[in-house]
């Protein structure tokens, strides 16, 4: 017995080892086999962890893309005119407190705010102490807004997070 299934009509495809090569690319076989999916009428979605200011402009370009997943499926942007149409984020009154308290912590911290992300400045310096590759340390350093306190900006501005990452930096006995 043989199972009819329906047509594809959306692919949601992560960004990094997935629509981009290791270099940050699209290759040509990639970008023909959107152009083949999107002329059978497949709506391509890219889904990712990075906030919508950090989608590689490559990205936007592809054929049949129109709709972007980011921050980890807290936001739902509309890419032709960076639209959110949809956001499940935290509201100020409850990560506020959080980031007080995480502030006391040595850690380094990002929050992403309507696709863009945010870090304390007090965190600047310090990036290139984490335990992380060059290449995500450099993304930091070009990516972020830095800010004398970050709770504070998030309160005045009234403004949501859809997205928080947390780093800790090494101790002196090498443990986080």
């Known amino acids: 017995m043989s199972q009819t299934f329906p047509p594809v009509r959306l692919a949601a495809l992560d960004l990094d080892g997935t629509l981009l090569n290791h270099e940050g690319q ?7 086999a959107l152009q083949a999916a999107s002329d059978r009428g497949v709506v391509i979605v890219p889904t990712t962890g990075r ?11 592809l054929p049949g893309v129109r709709y972007a997943i980011t921050s980890n499926g807290a936001a739902v942007y509309h890419l032709p005119d960076r639209l959110c149409i949809h956001e499940s984020a935290m509201e100020p009154a409850l990560v506020c407190p959080i980031i ?11 929050a ?28 930091i350093h070009r990516t972020r807004t830095f800010t004398d306190d970050l ?24 443990t986080f």
Do not use: W
Not at 51 to 61: F, K, R, T
């Open 151 to 174: 709770a504070a900006y998030i309160r005045v501005h009234n403004l949501n997070v859809q997205k928080m990452t947390l780093n800790f930096y090494p101790q002196e006995d090498g």
């Open 112 to 139: 992403f705010i309507n696709g863009d992300g945010f870090s304390q400045r007090s965190c600047e310096g310090k990036i290139d102490c984490l335990d992380m590759p060059t290449s995500i340390k450099r993304y």
């Open 51 to 61: 906030p919508l200011g950090n989608l590689p402009p490559v990205v936007a370009q």
């Open 26 to 32: 699209v290759t040509p076989r990639t970008r023909a």
């Open 100 to 110: 007080e308290e995480l502030q006391k912590k040595s850690i380094h911290m990002d």
